[in-house]
């Protein structure tokens, strides 16, 4: 018998992860959504994944792009991860407030990201309520800072 939603979400939330948010830009949609689900794939050739729900809005205009870029935030950015989590709020208005760059693909590139990777789509995996989109890192930007951290349904910082 499968374990039950609710303890299988609150032991999920005892594993303590980065935050990051995964910007993306189409023709048709900008934006960025938070996730705490990354993680690197493979040294060789570079890849990373990261979660996705499946009624997420950003899976299209990632897949049309066929680029996206994974923004590990700082623990100054708490307010960018929360606007970029929020239902509420329109994603391609705080993207555009946030001034983004870009790298190699065109992706829009967060400023004061600890780390930012720009990848081209390689692969969309189907697995449960979630897609897992597999990223070919084409570039990167690092800067030194402390991450943003999330445990226990919370943000945290390393002390």
């Not at 081209?120 to 991450?147: F, M, Y």
Request: with cysteine; proline share 6%.
């Amino acid at each position: 018998m499968p374990t039950p939603i609710d303890q299988f979400k609150t032991s999920l939330s005892l594993w303590a992860s980065g935050v990051c948010v995964i910007t993306y830009e189409s023709k048709e949609k900008k934006g960025g959504i938070t996730v705490s689900s990354f993680s690197s794939v493979s040294l060789e050739p570079p890849l990373v994944l990261f979660c996705l729900a499946k009624d997420s809005s950003a899976k299209t205009p990632i897949e049309k792009a066929g680029n996206f870029v994974v923004n590990i935030l700082s623990s100054d950015q708490k307010q960018i991860s929360a606007d970029f989590a929020s239902g509420s709020l329109d994603k391609a208005v705080v993207l555009e407030g946030l001034k983004p760059g870009t790298l190699s693909t065109g992706a829009p590139v967060l400023p004061d990201a600890l780390a930012s990777l720009d990848c081209k789509v390689n692969q969309t995996i189907d697995a449960g309520d979630h897609w897992i989109l597999i990223g070919l890192v084409e570039a990167v930007v690092t800067r030194e800072g402390s991450p943003l951290l999330y445990f226990n349904r919370n943000y945290r910082e390393l002390v």
